[in-house]
């Protein structure tokens, strides 16, 4: 039986970069996820009788939260709910089941790569039919939706098996449950060069893949030991817990310090990989090198023509704007189109849609193509493994090669995480005051060429969004980011984003903060980020 049931606005519900996130106990508050479910379905026309999408990464709460959102599509009069088994779907398989099913639009549960359990992370992002995030357009309605709401709908009756796979109901809507790994796989298949990389691993090659107890645990057993023949064991950490077993799932050097290490030895294996929380990031590490998202996106974009999916070559390349400039020479070189657009997937959806992009990335371990419209971190892996198995040369091989073409971009981000709000916005407020005398500033050997506030025109849709990040370039390429995080759920987070471009192949072994240390100490004299913030280090560095 379908059931209104009154209820008032909570102030907060503001989607973020990736959709709404906070701590576990804010969701738990009466009625929170179910304001914010019913402000998305508020927000969106002409859903009746369609289908939608549920799944997310299985961390605390995502049980709970997927038979609320179940319950609620059938009381709004959505024909269909596809969901993973368990709940389960991994951001970059739920964006293809989204697309595969010709849904009208899914709901994916979700905190990424922040750490989950009972007083860490939960979230919730809406996707529409074309499988990738909402864009900013729906986002603003569905805040705007959230302060104003007075009831939300739901189904009250039987509650669904989730775990077993079929048809069954709920009132009047069907519930299908899938097998949350099959259509992703198979998908895979029809992109790589699987028996190249089956010969790969049948001639010994050794690989170590990460799954951080996060989602792509299951993917990653089905896709790397079943289909590709990977030995046992390859994939690792790979049930999915609700707490991630205490662990941050960010796949970066520092909360996969292990991987990073054991890739670092002298016995390692030839590839490193690892994901996070809800498989849409990736971290590549070779033996004896990490490979920087920023360097990756312009070896994959460079390499990409030999996987059978991206043979006929690319159509051009979107990156974040505060991502390396090291995929702009790729594209340059490839006669094709170039974008930068702000962080955060969504703004990649256009482009993709309109087939000017075929492959984009951010420097946050997130990288894609036009195959689904979210990043996708076991593709990334596996278009890695098809080059290496096509190249039949070690990682690092590969790197020094493209850098000795290409030139090497230099690239570091310094995150200052739970900031206190105020002082984070001050130093922001004082930084754009502060732009326009910047010009013409030297600072050392560096000198300013321009600054300003980046603003992004979406070349498809002519929307516009400002404030996207401060910019600050220095004569000769090099320069450095400030914007505050949008996904961050304790005070703010400053991030700080470095670049210094190299051509001398004679210098690219320097040590990466020894290469930028001149420019690390300009954006704090810029920035006056001791200052403001009171903090002397970063508190991770990437
Ligand atoms: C961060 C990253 C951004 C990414 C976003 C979502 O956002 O910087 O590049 O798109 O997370 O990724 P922010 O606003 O905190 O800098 V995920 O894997 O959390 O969906
Ligand atoms: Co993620």
């Not at 969106?44 to 997310?56: K, P």
């Not at 605390?60 to 059938?74: F, H, K, S």
């Not at 964006?95 to 709901?107: C, K, P």
Request: aromatic residues 8%; negative net charge.
């Amino acid at each position: 039986m379908n059931r209104d049931v009154a209820t008032r606005p909570y102030a907060d519900q503001k989607p973020g970069t990736s959709g709404l996130r906070k701590k576990v106990p804010v969701f738990q508050q009466q009625n929170y996820a179910e304001n914010f479910i019913q402000s998305v379905f508020d927000s969106l026309d002409g859903y009746a009788g369609r289908t939608l999408v549920v799944g997310g990464d299985g961390r605390y709460l995502n049980r709970e939260v997927i038979r609320t959102a179940i319950a609620m599509a059938a009381a709004n009069g959505f024909g269909r709910v596809i969901v993973g088994r368990g709940g389960i779907l991994s951001t970059p398989a739920a964006s293809h089941v989204i697309r595969m099913y010709g849904a009208f639009g899914g709901l994916i549960l979700s905190a990424s790569h922040n750490p989950g359990g009972p007083h860490e992370d939960f979230g919730i992002k809406y996707n529409i039919g074309n499988g990738g995030p909402a864009p900013e357009k729906i986002t603003d309605a569905v805040f705007a939706r959230s302060k104003v709401i007075d009831r939300y709908r739901i189904f009250e009756g039987a509650a669904v098996d989730l775990d077993t796979i079929g048809l069954s109901r709920l009132g009047p809507m069907e519930v299908e449950v899938i097998d949350p790994v099959a259509d992703y796989a198979a998908l895979m298949e029809t992109l790589f060069n699987f028996d190249a990389i089956r010969a790969m691993f049948r001639g010994g090659f050794r690989m170590a893949f990460d799954a951080m107890h996060a989602v792509t645990g299951p993917y990653a057993k089905e896709i790397l030991e079943n289909r590709l023949g990977a030995p046992a064991g390859t994939a690792r950490n790979a049930v999915p817990l609700p707490d991630f077993g205490g662990h941050h799932p960010d796949p970066n050097l520092v909360h996969a310090k292990d991987l990073y290490e054991e890739m670092m030895a002298a016995d390692a294996p030839d590839f490193g990989a690892a994901s996070d929380g809800d498989g849409d990031r990736n971290l590549i590490i070779g033996k004896g090198i990490f490979v920087t998202p920023s360097d990756s996106l312009a070896l994959l974009a460079a390499n990409a023509h030999l996987a059978p999916g991206y043979a006929g070559g690319l159509k051009g390349i979107a990156r974040s704007m505060p991502t390396s400039a090291a995929a702009d020479r790729v594209a340059q070189k490839l006669g094709i189109g170039m974008y930068e657009t702000p962080t955060g997937w969504k703004f990649f959806g256009n482009l993709l849609d309109a087939g000017m992009a075929t492959i984009c990335g951010e420097e946050s371990a997130g990288t894609g193509s036009d195959h689904v419209r979210e990043k996708d971190g076991l593709w990334a892996v596996l278009l890695w493994l098809n080059i290496l198995a096509v190249r039949k040369e070690p990682v690092k091989a590969i790197v020094e090669k493209h850098w000795a073409e290409f030139g090497r971009n230099f690239y570091s981000r310094h995150d200052y995480e739970a900031v206190e709000t105020d002082a984070a916005s001050r130093l922001m407020d004082a930084l754009r005051e502060k732009l326009a005398a910047l010009p013409g500033t030297r600072m050392g050997d560096l000198v300013v060429a321009a600054a300003d506030d980046f603003s992004y025109h979406d070349p498809v849709d002519g929307s516009v969004s400002r404030n996207q990040g401060i910019r600050v370039l220095f004569e000769g390429g090099s320069r450095v980011v400030f914007r505050l995080s949008g996904t961050g759920t304790s005070g703010a987070t400053l991030r700080v984003y470095i670049e210094r471009y190299e051509p001398d192949p004679a210098k690219h072994g320097l040590e990466t903060q020894a290469a930028l240390a001149d420019l690390i100490a300009a954006a704090d004299a810029i920035a006056g980020i001791r200052e403001h913030t009171g903090r002397a280090e970063p508190t991770v560095i990437t």
